[in-house]
C-alpha cells in the first residue's frame, strides 16, 4: 500500500463563512484531523467543524454542548455521544474547548469522567446530577438485518444539562447535536445562551427515530452556521 497523501492548506483554499476571514489549514493539522476522521468514521464532522475554528487564532474559546454516554454492548461498554467523541478529538488535536454535558452520580458517570482526565479534557463544564442516571444506549445485535439495534432509554441525565456556573462572556464558536434536546427543560434553556454569546453555530442534526419532531428542529436551524445531517432509523 502507498504512503497516504493528505491535501495541505494550499489546496484546501481560502473558505469562507458569511463574513469571517479566510481560515488556513495548517498541513499538520489536516494530516492529524484526516488520520482521525479515518479511524473514526466522522470526517464530515471533524472538517466541517474545523472550518468554523479560525485555526490562525488556536486559542479561541469554543464550546461543545450535548450527551455524553454509555453505549451498551451487554458484555462490553463503549463510551460515546457524538458531542462527547468531538470533544475528545478536538482536545487531542490541542484546541481550546469546553464540553457541557451532564452525567449521572452512578458507575457509568465516573467511568466517563475518569476517562475525561486520563484525555486531560476539561470538567469544569460536566455537572453530576442527583436524580438522573447517565446516559446509556443498549446494543442489541438483529439477526434479520445483519447489524446493531440501538435502543436510546429516555430521561437520562444529558436530558437535563444545567448551564455551569462559569462561562466565558464570548465564545468564538458552538457546536451541539440534537439528540440532548428531545425533552423540553435545562438542556433547551442552557443551549439558548450558548447560542446568544456563540459568533457561530455547528448544528450536527441526529434524527434517531422517536427522538424528534420538526417542530423542536425549526428553531434550531434558524441562524445555524453549518448543519451535519444523518438520518438513523
Given at each position: 500500500?502507498?504512503?497516504a497523501h493528505y491535501p495541505t492548506s494550499?489546496?484546501?483554499?481560502?473558505?469562507?463563512?458569511?463574513?469571517?476571514?479566510?481560515?488556513?489549514f495548517p498541513t499538520h493539522l489536516v494530516a492529524n484531523l484526516f488520520n482521525m476522521a479515518k479511524k473514526w468514521n466522522c470526517?464530515?464532522?471533524?472538517?466541517?467543524?474545523?472550518?468554523?475554528?479560525?485555526?490562525?487564532?488556536?486559542?479561541?474559546?469554543?464550546?461543545?454542548f450535548g450527551e455524553c454516554?454509555?453505549?451498551d454492548f451487554g458484555g462490553s461498554q463503549r463510551l460515546g455521544g457524538a458531542p462527547f467523541n468531538v470533544a475528545q478529538h478536538l482536545c487531542g488535536l490541542g484546541m481550546s474547548a469546553i464540553f457541557i454535558s451532564q452525567v449521572g452520580n452512578d458507575t457509568n458517570g465516573r467511568n466517563i469522567l475518569d476517562h475525561m482526565r486520563q484525555w486531560q479534557?476539561?470538567?469544569?463544564?460536566?455537572?453530576?446530577?442527583k436524580t438522573?442516571?447517565?446516559?446509556?444506549?443498549?446494543?442489541?445485535?438483529?439477526?434479520m438485518e445483519g447489524r446493531h439495534h440501538f435502543e436510546i432509554l429516555p430521561h437520562r441525565a444529558?436530558?437535563?444539562?444545567?448551564?455551569?456556573?462559569?462561562?466565558?462572556?464570548?465564545v468564538s464558536w458552538l457546536y451541539h447535536g440534537s439528540l440532548a434536546l428531545r425533552e423540553t427543560g435545562a438542556s433547551r434553556q442552557t443551549l439558548q445562551k450558548l447560542a446568544s454569546i456563540s459568533d457561530q453555530r455547528f448544528f450536527d442534526i441526529n434524527l434517531r427515530t422517536s427522538w424528534w419532531t420538526a417542530d423542536a428542529l425549526r428553531p434550531l436551524?434558524?441562524?445555524?452556521?453549518i448543519l451535519n445531517v444523518m438520518l438513523v432509523s
Open positions: 500500500m502507498g504512503k494550499q489546496q484546501f483554499g481560502t473558505p469562507k463563512i458569511g463574513q469571517q476571514s479566510p481560515i488556513y470526517l464530515s464532522v471533524i472538517y466541517a467543524l474545523a472550518m468554523v475554528i479560525n485555526m490562525q487564532d488556536f486559542k479561541c474559546v469554543g464550546v461543545i454516554l454509555v453505549d479534557m476539561p470538567l469544569s463544564g460536566v455537572a453530576v446530577s438522573l442516571p447517565t446516559g446509556r444506549v443498549e446494543v442489541l445485535p438483529d439477526p444529558y436530558d437535563q444539562i444545567p448551564l455551569p456556573d462559569s462561562l466565558p462572556g464570548h436551524l434558524a441562524d445555524a452556521s
